[in-house]
Protein backbone atom coordinates (compact mmCIF):
# COMPACT_ATOMS: atom_id res chain seq x y z
CA UNK A 1 0.00 0.00 0.00
CA UNK A 2 0.83 3.69 -0.44
CA UNK A 3 3.11 4.93 2.56
CA UNK A 4 4.34 8.61 3.24
CA UNK A 5 6.67 9.16 6.07
CA UNK A 6 8.21 12.90 6.81
CA UNK A 7 10.92 13.83 9.14
CA UNK A 8 13.14 16.22 9.99
CA UNK A 9 10.40 18.07 11.83
CA UNK A 10 11.89 20.19 14.77
CA UNK A 11 12.23 23.47 16.76
CA UNK A 12 14.11 26.42 14.98
CA UNK A 13 15.00 29.81 15.39
CA UNK A 14 13.54 32.53 13.43
CA UNK A 15 16.00 33.00 10.17
CA UNK A 16 17.26 28.97 10.45
CA UNK A 17 16.54 26.09 8.21
CA UNK A 18 15.51 23.13 8.07
CA UNK A 19 15.28 20.26 5.34
CA UNK A 20 12.34 18.25 5.48
CA UNK A 21 12.16 14.56 4.15
CA UNK A 22 9.38 12.33 2.61
CA UNK A 23 10.27 8.63 2.26
CA UNK A 24 7.63 7.27 -0.56
CA UNK A 25 6.94 3.52 -0.80
CA UNK A 26 3.97 0.95 -2.52
CA UNK A 27 3.72 3.39 -5.84
CA UNK A 28 5.55 4.28 -8.86
CA UNK A 29 7.32 7.44 -7.21
CA UNK A 30 9.00 8.56 -10.10
CA UNK A 31 5.86 9.23 -12.38
CA UNK A 32 3.95 10.43 -9.54
CA UNK A 33 2.98 14.04 -8.90
CA UNK A 34 4.18 15.40 -5.47
CA UNK A 35 3.11 18.00 -3.16
CA UNK A 36 4.00 19.64 0.41
CA UNK A 37 1.14 21.13 1.89
CA UNK A 38 1.17 22.64 5.76
CA UNK A 39 -1.56 22.97 8.41
CA UNK A 40 -0.74 25.69 11.79
CA UNK A 41 -3.39 25.33 14.64
CA UNK A 42 -7.16 26.88 13.61
CA UNK A 43 -6.35 27.17 9.67
CA UNK A 44 -6.90 25.40 7.09
CA UNK A 45 -4.66 22.78 5.21
CA UNK A 46 -2.27 24.43 2.08
CA UNK A 47 -0.42 23.89 -0.41
CA UNK A 48 3.00 24.84 -0.05
CA UNK A 49 5.29 23.47 -3.48
CA UNK A 50 4.88 20.91 -5.68
CA UNK A 51 7.22 19.19 -8.04
CA UNK A 52 5.83 17.19 -11.42
CA UNK A 53 6.01 16.65 -14.83
CA UNK A 54 5.67 20.46 -15.63
CA UNK A 55 8.08 21.70 -12.85
CA UNK A 56 8.13 23.21 -9.72
CA UNK A 57 5.76 25.78 -7.83
CA UNK A 58 5.76 27.73 -4.55
CA UNK A 59 3.11 29.62 -2.67
CA UNK A 60 4.04 32.82 -2.50
CA UNK A 61 3.93 33.30 0.95
CA UNK A 62 7.45 30.64 0.47
CA UNK A 63 8.58 31.77 -2.71
CA UNK A 64 13.00 32.29 -2.68
CA UNK A 65 12.53 30.35 1.02
CA UNK A 66 11.28 27.10 0.28
CA UNK A 67 13.03 24.86 -2.38
CA UNK A 68 11.36 21.50 -3.35
CA UNK A 69 13.14 18.76 -4.66
CA UNK A 70 13.20 14.46 -5.24
CA UNK A 71 15.15 11.97 -5.85
CA UNK A 72 13.57 9.69 -7.81
CA UNK A 73 16.32 6.59 -7.21
CA UNK A 74 15.54 7.16 -3.30
CA UNK A 75 11.57 7.89 -3.71
CA UNK A 76 12.21 10.36 -1.42
CA UNK A 77 10.64 14.23 -1.47
CA UNK A 78 12.53 16.89 0.50
CA UNK A 79 11.89 20.52 1.09
CA UNK A 80 14.65 22.44 2.05
CA UNK A 81 13.66 25.53 4.11
CA UNK A 82 15.37 28.54 4.53
CA UNK A 83 14.92 31.93 6.35
CA UNK A 84 11.80 31.28 8.38
CA UNK A 85 9.40 33.19 10.39
CA UNK A 86 6.95 32.15 12.97
CA UNK A 87 4.55 31.83 10.93
CA UNK A 88 5.60 29.20 9.19
CA UNK A 89 5.12 27.12 12.41
CA UNK A 90 2.76 24.55 11.32
CA UNK A 91 2.45 20.47 10.62
CA UNK A 92 3.99 20.16 7.15
CA UNK A 93 2.70 17.04 5.11
CA UNK A 94 3.92 15.14 1.81
CA UNK A 95 0.89 14.44 -0.42
CA UNK A 96 0.94 11.87 -3.48
CA UNK A 97 -0.57 12.95 -6.60
CA UNK A 98 -4.55 13.38 -5.49
CA UNK A 99 -5.35 12.03 -2.33
CA UNK A 100 -2.18 10.00 -0.27
CA UNK A 101 -1.02 11.28 2.74
CA UNK A 102 1.61 11.08 4.99
CA UNK A 103 0.93 11.61 8.88
CA UNK A 104 2.92 14.93 9.21
CA UNK A 105 5.60 16.56 10.77
CA UNK A 106 5.88 19.68 13.39
CA UNK A 107 7.90 22.69 12.48
CA UNK A 108 8.19 25.25 15.25
CA UNK A 109 9.89 28.18 14.29
CA UNK A 110 10.14 29.91 17.81
CA UNK A 111 13.00 31.96 19.65
Known amino acids: QVQLVESGGGLVQPGGSLRLSCAASGFAFRSSAMSWYRQAPGKERELVAT??????NYADTVKGRFTISRDNAKSTLYLEMSNLRPEDTAVYYC??????WGQGTQVTVSS
Open 51 to 56: NNWTGT
Open 95 to 100: KAGSNA
